[in-house]
């Protein structure tokens, strides 16, 4: 059972102080891949509700955690607790990460478009999570005539 207003913006608001509280507890980051591993059978329902239970889905967020620094990780997690239903679509195709930098990639080819969720994102990325983003154009190469 989860409250009605659970994933909206009002639910992120209402909840903050307890939010805020339990990202302070969580925020050492060698409890965060712990705690990942722990809920993980236990979220399963949850997960589903939210659209996040696929193994792929998991096997990927549990990569996230290991790498990505842990004011980075709690900054995504306090985007989505403000507005799951809102900002769980449109993250971009690619994560990059070497020697602990790290920079999202949207990957278009000559003729696609970003949708709503994607514009969508990367205004929030500007807005809020700050976070070093690139959108790459892919066009197709002539082939000569012999």
Not at 8 to 13: D, F, M, P, R, T
Not at 15 to 27: G, L, V
Not at 68 to 86: E, H, M, N
């Amino acid at each position: 059972m989860h409250p009605s207003d659970f994933g909206s913006e009002g639910y992120g608001a209402r909840r903050k102080h307890a939010i805020d509280r339990h990202f302070r507890e969580i925020s050492r980051e060698e409890v965060l891949l712990w705690l990942f591993d722990y809920w993980l059978p236990y979220s399963h329902e949850l997960r589903q509700y939210l659209w996040a239970h696929r193994k792929k889905d998991v096997v990927r967020a549990r990569i996230l955690v290991e790498l990505l620094p842990r004011t980075a990780l709690l900054t995504i997690l306090r985007y989505l607790v403000d507005g799951y239903w809102d900002r769980y679509l449109g993250w971009p195709d690619i994560f990059l990460n070497r020697a602990g930098e790290f920079e999202f990639a949207e990957v278009k080819s000559s003729g696609d478009k970003l949708n709503s969720n994607q514009k969508a994102w990367i205004v929030n990325n500007h807005n809020i999570l700050h976070f070093k983003f690139r959108l790459i154009k892919i066009h197709r190469s002539s082939v000569a005539a012999t």
